[in-house]
């Protein structure tokens, strides 16, 4: 039973290109749930999916980033034109959404904008 | 002010000593968990509490809602334990939605 798969684990991207960033939940795991680690900062909620529902997106800054968790496949978080600033760890993390038994996190996605 | 707040935010410690990592939070929890992350690595979660206390292998876990506090301890410290570890809660109410807030971590380091 695989855990949380996050892909690619590393990734860097010229300032302007688009990063996606791919996330798939524990098997029988419904939500998924999107945390941005700045360097040397503490982990930020980004943004909060179900099944092809976005239920919070509070935390996702208003321009260029996006979230997806289509019926088929991976939960995948994209930033367009991204700039030095978006270089960060990105984790997800999924739970099953009933009666609650915990996170699982993935091993995140490091991004890197040069 | 954060709504969960650490300390330290560093700690060395020699090998074999008893170790006390502590979390304040300023909002209603419906949970806290205890995280560990290593250099450059994922995020393991070690615990997660409502109340009292929780102990795995070396590891004790403890929780006053009143108070708003917890504790993560650590006994006979090994070098292995060197990680950043991380409190996080989950508010109350939440009404399923189950995003955590975090704590900045304390960087543990615990010399041979």
């Known amino acids: 039973n695989a855990g949380v798969m996050q892909n690619p684990r590393h990734l860097v991207r010229r300032r302007g290109q688009e990063a996606r960033l791919r996330c798939s939940p524990m098997?029988?795991?419904?939500?998924v749930y999107w945390y941005r680690q700045l360097p040397e900062e503490g982990l930020k909620f980004m943004v909060y999916?179900?099944?092809?529902?976005?239920?919070?997106e509070s935390g996702m800054p208003k321009e260029r980033f996006s979230a997806e968790f289509p019926k088929e496949g991976p939960s995948i978080l994209r930033i367009q034109q991204v700039v030095r600033g978006d270089s960060a760890a990105y984790f997800c993390?999924?739970?099953?959404?009933?009666?609650?038994?915990?996170?699982?996190f993935g091993s995140g996605t490091r991004l890197t904008v040069v | 002010k954060n709504e969960v707040e650490q300390s330290p935010q560093n700690l060395t410690a020699q090998e074999g000593e008893f170790i006390t990592i502590n979390c304040s939070y300023s909002?209603?929890?419906?949970?806290l968990h205890w995280l560990q992350q290593h250099p450059g690595g994922g995020i393991v979660s070690l615990f997660m509490?409502?109340?009292g206390k929780k102990k795995h292998g070396r590891l004790i876990a403890t929780i006053n809602i009143q108070e708003k506090h917890s504790s993560l301890h650590i006994t006979a410290s090994h070098p292995r334990d060197s990680a950043v570890y991380i409190c996080?809660?989950?508010?109350?109410?939440?009404?399923?939605?189950?995003?955590?807030?975090f704590g900045t971590g304390t960087r543990l380091t615990i010399i041979p």
């Open positions: 993390a999924s739970s099953p959404g009933q009666e609650w038994h915990g996170y699982t």
């Open positions: 098997k029988g795991h419904s939500h």
């Open positions: 999916l179900q099944k092809e529902n976005i239920i919070d």
């Open positions: 909002v209603g929890i419906s949970a």
């Open positions: 509490l409502s109340s």
């Open positions: 996080a809660v989950r508010s109350y109410p939440n009404f399923g939605n189950e995003k955590l807030t």
